[in-house]
């Protein structure tokens, strides 16, 4: 018998008969002989009709009642949830994550999980019930309510899953797993069975919307196998587990491509101790995440400076990279915003050479120009024009075998 | 300085203009330096579609998730309320039933408020802040969320005004307080400044849709002033108190109607002990609320009885009827539908006489005929035929000179 957290979005639970769907099938893992603990988002929209009702009544919504506001919408949920198992005969009960409790800190609206008390939870699978618990929120300590933020109840399901050392941690969704690439981009690409965390987290920070990465840092840092896995099908989805022998045979798990990116290079920035902290430490402060950072060799002293960001964040960029520019004497900041970077992840790169000239001499063959290089352990990521995201993506997935028809 | 409990009902804070109204009444109270206490229901019509929602999931809903369910829609208006105020530059905090807490019993969707802490309240209260309560909502002895119930909201701040010892607590309506009778039926229908606890629990009993009985039940159990007033005007309203001197100069308050009563009655009932608690018992068990009864001289060993219920109790009333009719050999049960009850109320008929006999008079000399009478203390009411409902209600207005020209 396995302890098993089940975790549906709010489109697996958008209506009545969607919630009952969720119902049947923690039913039917319970049948099998599990315990189960279901962890729900609320249905779809309103957790947006909550938001637009407090940025109406203020602009900035205190952070404190906006979670007061936003958080009832999981509680919609689980209240259902537990109606629908008691119609089908299930023995359920639902409990707040002031009830459980789910501790977190005070950042309200974007609050971290410190630590989930499972004496509750514990109990009510030993009286034989399936546990429903509410996703994105918690309580301080002082008992005011806190969220996640957006995406929240991912990690909340992985962080139950952690603290109740479950054997799976199941999250549903309309696809039936994790591919090699985007499907509607390379009609060929294939369901991954097993990939490790940290080719998942690379994954994610390479635009490919899979799982919060959040919720998967929490999974590797305590373990927790998760199985990405359709809320529609039977059928066997992906398992995101830690790095086993197996894993690193497959030198390339998949190819990834972000289009929301923007690129800023800044001209003839005087090349000397504490500008690169300058400029990025401004931006880090206004929340914006750089991902690419590459710097050229110094010429007379100056050098120049290329990274992307966010396209949404490329206005904001601007206006600290102007302000700070000004202050250390480069000479012009240039932006290009028609970029995609598209990327080729795999664990099995640790042992394998030859994987970035393999990618480079893909693209070149098709004739598409490399803008940027960055790599990591397990990544090769290069920024190319956007017209041209769909073609790499097609072309890299061809050169290192992922098709179906491969396999 | 005193310290003043507003209650604002579904329609005061049915959309965000109407919260953003609420928190301006509530910063006038504060700046002419009272504390404020501002306990809400939820927006006009949540409480409906959150109901819609639970019994489409379970035709009778599993009463602790339903009450998880239902709880929301207060917690989103507290929230909101809370955010307006802050808009206005007004320090102002919201406390869930849970968190301050209100204490309940465990009958989930009525339960009954047992004890209010206080110290929280009081904590944000000193540090100059306006604290905003939920109405309808508690919590049971193991932290289950409950409900007090439709119209639970009254109760609510009737309640956390006992426990804070307020000066008053405000009940915000659309009119501006209690008035001699229906001004929709009596054009000069006057409103009343002054009214003693017992005079609004016989008006409500009566069918008068002031205030809910529970919540003054609870404000005369411990002597909790109560001012009805308008959400839309600054004019003062009706203050409910206990009995004073004044009170009993005036011998009728009011004039109330009531069209939605039957009438039952059973006939040849063999008259021996123990017939009576047999039906009434029955009917009592299921829950159906009987408001008069009258049974008349025996003759041969038999008595006729009658009865009025709730129309909309008839059915479920007859179906208990019927069968404790044949059980006890009664001959025949008739109903009667198009009746309506006309009563009037006052203090002061403990000390004045002859208001029966003047009420008989008014009705007779309009030729309407009384079907059945009850009396109480401060109370003289009859059921008429239906229509003769408008005519009886304004015939005895006048009798007793109630009409804003006469005073």
């Not at 005969?89 to 971290?112: F, N």
């Not at 927790?224 to 992906?238: I, N, W």
């Not at 045979?249 to 289009?259: L, Y």
């Amino acid at each position: 018998m396995a302890l098993v957290v089940q975790k549906f979005g709010g489109t697996s639970v958008g209506d009545i008969d969607k919630i009952r769907h969720v119902a049947s099938l923690a039913r039917k893992c319970k049948e099998v002989g599990n315990d189960v603990v279901v962890v729900v988002s609320a249905m779809a929209g309103e957790t947006n009709k909550l938001v637009d009702l407090c940025t109406t009544m203020m602009e900035r919504p205190d952070p404190r009642e906006y979670d007061v506001v936003v958080s009832t919408g999981e509680q919609v949920t689980i209240g259902l949830l537990a109606m629908a198992l008691k119609t089908m005969g299930v023995e359920a009960i639902s409990l707040l994550g002031s009830q459980i409790a789910i501790h977190t800190d005070d950042v309200y609206t974007k609050a971290r999980i410190q630590k989930i008390d499972i004496e509750k939870i514990m109990k009510h699978l030993k009286e034989d019930r399936i546990v429903i618990v509410p996703g994105f929120q918690g309580i301080d300590t002082l008992g005011n309510i806190t969220t996640l933020g957006r995406g929240g109840s991912d990690t909340s399901a992985v962080a139950v899953a952690a603290a109740l050392k479950a054997d799976a941690c199941e999250i549903y969704t309309d696809v039936e797993g994790i591919y090699t690439t985007d499907p509607n981009m390379v009609v060929d690409a294939r369901k991954i069975d097993r990939i490790s965390y940290d080719e998942i987290l690379e994954m994610a920070s390479q635009g490919a919307k899979v799982l919060q990465i959040r919720s998967v840092e929490f999974a590797k840092k305590y373990n927790v196998p998760l199985h990405v896995r359709s809320t529609f099908t039977e059928a066997e989805g992906t398992w995101v587990t830690k790095e086993d022998k197996g894993m690193e045979k497959v030198v390339v798990s998949g190819v990834t491509c972000d289009k929301n990116e923007a690129k800023v290079s800044i001209l003839r920035v005087p090349d000397k101790p504490g500008i690169a902290a300058r400029i990025f430490g401004s931006i880090a402060e206004a929340n914006i995440n750089v991902d690419m950072i590459i710097q050229n060799i110094s010429i007379d002293g100056f050098t120049d400076m290329t990274f992307t960001v966010p396209r949404i964040d490329l206005a904001q960029a601007m206006d600290i990279v102007n302000e700070v520019c000004e202050e250390i004497g480069a000479k012009d900041v240039v932006t290009e915003d028609k970029v995609a970077k598209v990327a080729v992840i795999g664990t099995g790169m640790r042992s394998h050479s030859g994987v970035a000239s393999k990618m480079f001499k893909a693209l070149s063959d098709e004739g598409i120009n490399i803008m940027m290089i960055s790599t990591s352990e397990i990544k090769v990521s290069c920024v190319v024009e956007k017209k041209y995201a769909e073609l790499a993506v097609r072309v890299l997935h061809e050169a290192f075998d992922l098709g179906t028809e491969t396999v």
